[in-house]
């Protein structure tokens, strides 16, 4: 939605059919963890609910237009980049956002 222009009609959405509708949300999210330039957050979608993936990827694009550049994401694995697990100071330039 970010990225309509202004001369677009917003979509609507219908009270009676989002209230019949399944609810979806992430089963559990850690803290947002930034070194440097790189941030990483462990999110469990589960695997009865594919439609939590196309959010994530959803609202990191929205997240990616409107506010930083995200260059690459990663899915899955315990070996991120050059991420340095030592690194968690901020003198070291490490920080913990809660969500």
């Known amino acids: 939605l970010s990225q309509l222009?202004?001369?677009?009609?917003?979509p609507t959405y219908d009270a009676l059919e989002a209230a019949n509708a399944a609810p979806t949300s992430f089963y559990n999210i850690g803290d947002l963890e930034i070194q440097e330039n790189l941030a990483?957050?462990?999110?469990?979608?589960?695997?009865?609910?594919?439609?939590?993936?196309?959010?994530?990827?959803?609202s990191l694009t929205t997240i990616n237009s409107d506010h930083l550049g995200i260059k690459e994401v990663q899915f899955g694995g315990s070996e991120f980049q050059s991420w340095n697990d030592s690194l968690n100071t901020e003198e070291a330039g490490y920080s913990v956002q809660k969500i």
């Open 40 to 58: 990483r957050v462990w999110v469990d979608i589960g695997i009865q609910d594919p439609l939590l993936l196309d959010i994530l990827l959803n």
């Open 5 to 10: 222009s202004l001369d677009c009609k917003r």
